[in-house]
């Protein structure tokens, strides 16, 4: 036999996963879908996760990638260099881009 979740209910068990999500970690839908199946005791499809957390205002976001080895201190340095730099190799070129690097 199918058992639903009232909206209340859904609320109740996604409130675990809110609480983990506010502290910054990632939930995945498939981790979703895992502790939901158990829940109710039966197979879920991955879009029906989907629909549950679209009903509860959950978007699908991604952390913006970063390498590894990424160095944000470099990263600002060459930021703040990088116009004059420019302009010291090409003294005639016109920039187009008014926002500051």
Not at 6 to 27: D, H, K, T, W
Not at 39 to 62: F, N
């Amino acid at each position: 036999m199918k058992m639903d979740l009232s909206v209340e209910q859904e609320r109740r068990f996604l409130q675990p996963f809110f609480a983990r999500a506010a502290q910054g970690e990632i939930a995945t839908a498939e981790d979703i879908q895992r502790a939901f199946e158990a829940e109710v005791k039966h197979a879920v499809h991955i879009t029906s996760i989907y629909r549950l957390l679209d009903r509860h205002g959950w978007r699908k976001l991604v952390p913006r990638p970063r390498h590894p080895k990424a160095n944000p201190e470099a990263q600002a340095a060459f930021k703040k260099t990088l116009r004059r730099r420019f302009k010291q190799q090409w003294p005639h070129a016109i920039l187009t881009i008014e926002d500051p690097c």
